[in-house]
């Protein structure tokens, strides 16, 4: 006869705000610490703990200090590849979009970043079609002439 074991998964405990509310309430910022364990970033659960003892009138000073101990501890990410430098070289992929409605593929296109040459939204970039390539520039500034002619 042969045994079989049962490995049960382990599954990461979701703590709430109210969690956090009840734990203060009974043993202050003691019984916060267990709670928080396993937590990389709970800034946001805090929050929302702070304005609901606040409201309640309880004092969340040292609440307040824990959130901001885990904010300077972690800092925002930064989504994407950093931004290129002037000099660097870089692959990019060449794109295509089905059109939805007509089921058709349309143009091919590059998504190009800007930042290097001071686009930002709604400026305008220059773009010369030679001989196998495509040179980006900033674009001359526009003028636009209103007569009342």
């Known amino acids: 006869m042969t045994s079989t074991s049962t490995v049960l998964a382990v599954r990461k405990v979701a703590v709430t705000h109210k969690d956090l509310t009840i734990a203060y309430m009974l043993e202050g910022i003691s019984g916060i610490g267990a709670l928080l ?3 990389t970033n709970p800034v946001a659960i805090l929050e ?3 304005s609901v003892l606040e409201e309640k009138g309880q004092d ?3 609440l307040e200090n824990l959130k ?3 904010a300077d501890a ?3 990410g930064v989504r994407g590849r950093k931004s290129a430098v002037v000099g660097e070289s870089r692959n990019f992929t060449v794109q295509q979009i ?3 409605k007509t089921n058709e593929m349309g143009e091919v296109f ?3 970043p800007c930042g290097t040459l001071g686009g930002a939204k709604g400026s305008k970039i220059l773009a010369s079609f030679e001989d196998g390539k495509i040179v980006l520039t900033r674009g001359p500034a526009v003028a636009v002439v209103v007569s009342d002619a």
Request: glycine share 0%.
């Open 98 to 100: 089905k059109n939805q």
């Open 74 to 76: 972690h800092s925002p």
């Open 48 to 50: 929302k703990t702070i």
């Open 110 to 112: 590059l998504h190009l």
């Open 68 to 70: 901001d101990q885990f």
């Open 60 to 62: 969340t000073t040292d």
């Open 37 to 39: 364990a396993n937590h």
